[in-house]
């Protein structure tokens, strides 16, 4: 069974920094890249960034750019998300995501002072 | 950049009914990486289709993706009372990849 389960999320306040996990289980995570998207607060989905199987290529998109960082360890299975430099509007459920094998359950982050 | 439109906005069918939801790309979808997800209030999107025609493990047989280049459509062939919920198409053929506004079907 496919398995993708998110920690870390919580309250920060503006400025601040989180560090989010993603444990992955049940398929070669290894072999596909990955993604984190967010939902905020009764919105539309927006992809985050994303990393290459191997680690050697990662995008973001514009907003977080230089402020987060995606990172991989395949030999735990597990994706990350430093966000650091955190604004009010990064509030938002956060799911790891593979295209090919689902999401997980999410993780809130809210940015608050 | 990659935008992508759904239509209709909402969509009001009937359980038993055909339900025909439309995703436009602005420009051509690389490899027709085109996903279909599902998502119900408080919980989060499932993935139905992947690579526009592939059904994810699980995901019953009346769901049905098609389509290539800029069009691109999620079929639903007997809507069971459980299919109504918000539904959005993503593309991750070229970074930074993108997601459409959303279809939500709703019971008529």
């Known amino acids: 069974e496919v398995q993708l389960v998110e920690s870390g999320g919580g309250l920060v306040q503006p400025g601040g920094s989180l560090r989010l996990s993603c444990a992955a289980s049940?398929?070669?995570?290894?072999?596909?890249?990955m993604s984190w998207v967010r939902q905020a607060p009764g919105k539309g989905l927006e992809w985050v960034a994303n990393?290459?199987?191997?680690?050697?290529?990662?995008n973001y998109v514009d907003s977080v750019r230089g402020r987060f960082i995606i990172s991989r360890d395949n030999a735990k299975n597990s994706l990350y998300l430093q966000m650091n430099s955190l604004r009010v509007e990064d509030t938002a459920v956060y799911y790891c995501?593979?295209?090919?094998w689902g999401w997980g359950q999410g993780t809130l982050v809210t940015v608050s002072s | 950049e990659i935008v992508l439109t759904q239509s209709p906005g909402t969509l009001s069918l009937s359980p038993g009914e055909r339900a025909t939801l439309s995703c436009r790309a602005s420009?051509?979808?690389?490899?027709?990486?085109l996903a279909w997800y599902q998502q119900k209030p408080g919980q989060a999107p499932r993935l139905l289709i992947y690579?526009?025609?592939s059904r994810a493990t699980g995901i019953p047989d009346r769901f049905s993706g098609s389509g290539s280049g800029t069009d691109f459509t999620l079929t639903i062939s007997r809507l069971e009372p459980e299919d109504f919920a918000v539904y959005y198409c993503?593309?991750?053929?070229?970074?930074?990849?993108?997601f459409g506004q959303g279809t939500n079907l709703e019971i008529k």
């Open positions: 420009q051509s979808v690389s490899g027709s990486y």
């Open positions: 993503q593309q991750y053929g070229s970074s930074p990849y993108s």
């Open positions: 990393i290459k199987y191997d680690g050697s290529e990662k």
């Open positions: 690579v526009a025609s």
């Open positions: 995501a593979s295209n090919h």
């Open positions: 049940g398929f070669p995570f290894s072999t596909y890249w």
